[in-house]
């Protein structure tokens, strides 16, 4: 995690092979294609269902684990909390991308995402792939790229970005490496890694998975491409844990933000005798 900005592991749960199946029949009449005909396009029309969790109980289950919660929560150093899942039967071919414009935290970098091959994907089905990395990069802002972002609206939150996270690839010479997932495998990606879906070769295949979106206690959650930090005006988000059904509220230090009062002005620092003498001598 700290070097690639990523880690791999299978995912502890002695039924995630029943979860998964019984995931797959209840999600596969939501899309609009035969899954089953080996035939189909399977490319085609809708590729993710989001927030099946709060119908699926074993999507929840997944999103909820308790061994991902405690590896997650010793890993960043506070308390993860699930609260997003999203399902797809296939790749979703995306660019590469960065998760940091759509979830961010303050403290910065609160966040992950965990994602679970349900079942083996082979390089035709057009696997996940990430920059090795690419965490340790700047984190994309709408400062950087020249756009406001408080109160506008895009078809896409990632496409502003995307000329920049190119440069910074072609600055860095950097390549992206693809996972060849075995079913049942999950990978923890940092909240700036570099990410996408290779493009599907076969597209009579299907790639099953589930990707869920952790947060930490005690940040300020936003989306930073409605935000503009450095006027204060921020997008934040009203949460509630998939895994205890509790609100998440938005804190800085450990209070509610909407009931944090802002000094008038700096506190005063009383001086010593030395301080003193000093500060007359400065004068």
């Not at 206690?217 to 059904?245: K, M």
């Amino acid at each position: 995690m700290h070097d690639n900005g990523f880690a791999v592991f299978d995912f502890p749960d002695p039924d995630i092979n029943g979860r998964i199946e019984r995931v797959k029949r209840n999600l596969a009449p939501r899309f609009d294609v035969d899954l089953e005909d080996p035939r189909s396009d399977k490319a085609r029309g809708a590729r993710r269902i989001q927030d099946a969790w709060s119908f699926d109980e074993d999507v929840r289950a997944i999103a909820a684990n308790p061994k991902v919660l405690e590896l997650l929560g010793k890993l960043y150093g506070r308390p993860a909390f699930p609260f997003q899942t999203l399902n797809f039967p296939v790749g979703t071919q995306q660019k590469a991308h960065s998760d940091s414009v759509h979830f961010s935290s303050l403290p910065e970098r609160f966040m992950c995402g965990v994602w679970l091959a349900m079942e083996d994907v082979p390089a035709e089905a057009g696997p996940l792939f990430y920059v090795a990395g690419s965490h340790r990069w700047p984190i994309m802002s709408n400062s950087l790229i020249g756009r406001r972002g408080f109160g506008g609206s895009l078809g896409s939150a990632q496409d502003p970005y995307g000329p920049a996270w190119e440069a910074l690839c072609r600055a860095k010479n950097a390549r992206e490496e693809t996972f060849l997932a075995r079913k049942g495998q999950a990978l923890i990606w940092c909240a700036n890694l570099l990410h996408g879906g290779s493009r599907q070769a076969d597209t009579t295949l299907t790639r099953w998975s589930q990707v869920t979106h952790y947060f930490f206690d005690d940040c300020i959650y936003y989306t930073p491409a409605f935000s503009d930090e450095a006027l204060g005006q921020l997008a934040t988000r009203d949460l509630v844990a998939i895994h205890d059904g509790k609100p998440r509220p938005n804190r800085y230090l450990g209070e509610e933000i909407d009931k944090v009062q802002p000094r008038s002005e700096p506190a005063r620092i009383p001086l010593t005798g030395l301080m003193r003498r000093l500060a007359r001598s400065w004068r």
